[in-house]
């Protein structure tokens, strides 16, 4: 038998559980903080690139450093709250986006093995509706239509076979 499955591990039922727990109990945490930009606001507010970090930063040192030569027009209470907060908030998109990074991981590799495995079910399918075995004329009709021929199509553009996504 040949060996299709890349990863063999898979996801227990109280892994399962322990997850969507914490995924219940991080939304709930985060309510508060939830914000719908529409597309306009998004692109209005945008997020500051690396240079107004540094620019940012450099103020509120200024500020820490030296407060009297700080605008009196800045509420510095509020400014010093909004840099904890978005230095708190960077962290943990970090922290969030290593751990998606980690589950789409595991998730290509549980796609790569269900797309090999399903091709060698497909060439058995083929096989056996060659051998007139009931039942694989049907099963082989209703998968071909996944797999387009390849090569020209009359028009002089290709038809790419399926790839796993």
Not at 34 to 40: C, H, M
Not at 76 to 92: C, P, V
Request: charged share 30%; with cysteine.
């Amino acid at each position: 038998m040949p060996f299709h499955d890349v990863v063999q591990q898979h996801i227990q039922t109280e892994e399962l559980a322990a997850l969507d727990k914490a995924l219940d109990a991080l939304e709930k945490a985060v309510e508060n903080q939830k914000r719908n930009l529409t597309p306009d606001e998004r692109k209005k507010y945008g997020s500051i690139n690396e240079a107004n970090k540094l620019f940012v930063n450099k103020v509120y040192d200024y500020c820490k450093a030296q407060p009297a030569l700080c605008s009196p027009d800045v509420n510095w209470d509020e400014f010093a709250a909004d840099y904890q907060d978005r230095a708190y908030l960077e962290t943990r998109l970090n922290r969030m986006r290593s751990i998606m990074e980690s589950l789409e991981n595991s998730k290509i590799l549980h796609d790569y093995d269900n797309f090999q495995n399903s091709l060698v079910d497909y060439s058995y399918t083929q096989y056996k509706k060659d051998t007139d075995a009931g039942g694989y004329m049907t099963k082989y009709n209703e998968l071909k239509q996944f797999f387009p021929r390849t090569g020209t199509n009359g028009n002089g553009s290709t038809t790419p076979s399926p790839e796993p996504e």
